[in-house]
Nanobody, 117 residues
Framework: QVQLVESGGGLVQPGGSLRLSCAAS????????MNWYRQAPGKERELVAT????????NYADSVKGRFTISRDNAKNTVYLQMNSLKTEDTAVYYC??????????WGQGTQVTVSS
């Protein structure tokens, strides 16, 4: 059974940094592209960042380019999201996601990130 467990969220002041982690189990992690999404109150869930299997291709939402960095450690079955220069508008629940072709998509439980002074 696929499980994704996020951690690392919290309360941070504007301009601060956080690093989110997502530990995956129940799948051959290195086979799959991994995604980070976020959902702010009253808004739709949006794709924040994507990393391909070996980390050779990274994609980011325009709103986070230059501030967030996605990375992965296939030996640890973990994907990370380093968030720098955080803004109040980055406040959201952040979710880890993987899509297994012909099987379906999986989500973690989410981790809350609150950016506030």
């Amino acid at each position: 059974q696929v499980q994704l467990v996020e951690s690392g969220g919290g309360l941070v002041q504007p301009g601060g940094s956080l690093r989110l982690s997502c530990a995956a189990s129940g799948l051959t992690f290195s086979y799959y592209t991994m995604n980070w999404y976020r959902q702010a109150p009253g808004k739709e869930r949006e794709l924040v960042a994507t990393i391909t299997t070996a980390g050779s291709s990274l994609n980011y939402a325009d709103s986070v380019k230059g501030r967030f960095t996605i990375s992965r450690d296939n030996a640890k079955n973990t994907v990370y999201l380093q968030m720098n220069s955080l803004k109040t508008e980055d406040t959201a629940v952040y979710y880890c996601n993987v899509v297994r072709p012909w099987v379906g998509g999986y989500w973690g439980q989410g981790t809350q990130v609150t950016v506030s002074s």
